[in-house]
């Protein structure tokens, strides 16, 4: 995945090239595995609704579901670390807003993979932004599950950065990310 998604996309952002080269990865990298994702997040959906759930109340299915559904898709979709995870997903400010709260502890051997990748693809200027990187990679992870999401409420579905937290945690190297944002449906 990261060397696939780096080369790719060349680590440009604008215009949407990162999450464009990330919906490219999802589609090649594993259908298996999305559709079972789909049929994991509709089994999910379809007892919120039985429950008397409704997109109006997308807010309480994310805060009841969510940590799950992310778990899967970052652990089994992508390739983090289930043990490295960190999900919260509390209750939105309304009904439709859906607060979510994901960290993720890289270790020293992940961000080595990183920087050996930045290295073979000759990405000098990204040589002492390995963090950066980490970072990056995590965070468009965590949106690319929209347009699932999308498919399951029928409706345009955002996932908004509020902000986003970088920590060296030990001396080995570990770095620390915390994602903060939120999504709704558009």
């Known amino acids: 995945m990261v060397y696939n998604i780096i080369n790719l996309s060349q680590l440009r952002i604008e215009g949407g090239k990162l999450q464009s080269i ?8 594993s259908p298996e595995a999305l559709i079972l994702f789909q049929q994991y997040v509709n089994n999910h959906f379809q007892q919120y609704k039985t429950q008397g759930g409704s997109i109006e109340g997308i807010s309480g299915f994310i ?24 999900i919260d997903c509390p209750e939105g400010h309304s009904a439709v807003d859906s607060q979510l709260i994901i960290s993720y502890v890289y270790d020293k051997a992940e961000l080595d993979y990183i920087q050996f990748v930045l290295e073979k693809l000759e990405f000098h200027e990204w040589k002492e932004k390995i963090n950066d ?15 699932y999401f999308e498919n399951l409420i029928g409706t345009r579905y955002k996932i908004y950065t509020e902000n986003i937290n970088l920590y060296e945690i030990d001396v080995n190297g570990s770095i620390f990310v915390e994602f903060q944002g939120a999504g709704r449906p558009q």
């Open 22 to 29: 990330f919906r490219h990865y999802l589609k090649n990298a």
């Open 63 to 86: 805060s009841t579901n969510g940590r799950d559904l992310f778990q899967y898709w970052l652990s089994e979709i992508f390739p983090f670390q289930k043990e490295s995870l960190i």
């Open 133 to 147: 990187v980490a970072r990056i990679l995590f965070v468009d992870a965590i949106k690319s599950i929209s347009d």
